[in-house]
T-cell receptor
Framework: GENVEQHPSTLSVQEGDSAVIKCTYSDSASNYFPWYKQELGKRPQLIIDIRSNVGEKKDQRIAVTLNKTAKHFSLHITETQPEDSAVYFCAVRNSGNTPLVFGKGTRLSVIA | NAGVTQTPKFQVLKTGQSMTLQCAQDMNHNSMYWYRQDPGMGLRLIYYSASEGTTDKGEVPNGYNVSRLNKREFSLRLESAAPSQTSVYFC??????????FGSGTRLTVV
């Protein structure tokens, strides 16, 4: 089955700096790559996603890039703010109607 | 439009007790899922239902059963709770080829 690895597990940045979280996957047939943000005690919420026919997608301060050849995708957060502090999960779907497989998460702390 | 509603939000069980976690969605999604979240382990799939009338095992199904009651409702049952089932449980729904909407979670403690 699909194997998703996420790095780093924890990340601390100064407010205003950029943060990058990377995920690798094993199945070259994977075609959907969402990112979720989970604030403390809350539910995971979808913040951005990308499909395999697109190399990059941006939404204000967040962007996701996909390298299908290398089988990795990354979340980029620019101009970080304290409210960006949360746990971020990447996920992968490899085909059709199969469930998402999640990475183990990255705890991002933005230090004011 | 409530999205995905889970009940209860908190529960404490004694070892060996049974309980059912309820989940309902009002987004007309075909697919529904149950995940458990443990520290450092991410979200692990317990069971899912790709469409009404079907259910399939996920990564960690042992000790659980599910029922897709209708298109809106997908319940998770613990027949004989064990301390290893202490976790936060999330229900989610989706169209099948896109992202999920998660419920607010159930924090379960088995003593």
């Amino acid at each position: 089955g699909e194997n998703v690895e996420q790095h780093p597990s924890t990340l601390s940045v100064q407010e205003g700096d950029s943060a990058v979280i990377k995920c690798t996957y094993s199945d070259s047939a994977s075609n959907y790559f969402p990112w979720y943000k989970q604030e403390l005690g809350k539910r995971p919420q979808l913040i951005i996603d990308i499909r395999s026919n697109v190399g990059e997608k941006k939404d204000q301060r967040i962007a996701v890039t996909l390298n299908k050849t290398a089988k990795h995708f990354s979340l980029h957060i620019t101009e970080t703010q304290p409210e960006d502090s949360a746990v971020y999960f990447c996920a992968v779907r490899n085909s059709g109607n199969t469930p998402l497989v999640f990475g183990k998460g990255t705890r991002l702390s933005v230090i004011a | 439009n409530a999205g995905v509603t889970q009940t209860p939000k908190f529960q404490v069980l004694k070892t060996g007790q049974s309980m059912t976690l309820q989940c309902a969605q009002d987004m007309n999604h075909n697919s529904m899922y149950w995940y458990r979240q443990d520290p450092g382990m991410g979200l692990r799939l317990i069971y899912y239902s790709a469409s009404e009338g079907t259910t399939d095992k996920g990564e960690v199904p042992n000790g659980y059963n599910v029922s897709r009651l209708n298109k809106r409702e997908f319940s998770l049952r613990l027949e004989s709770a064990a301390p290893s089932q202490t976790s936060v449980y999330f229900c989610a729904s989706g169209t099948g080829n896109g992202g999920y909407t998660f419920g607010s979670g159930t924090r379960l403690t088995v003593v």
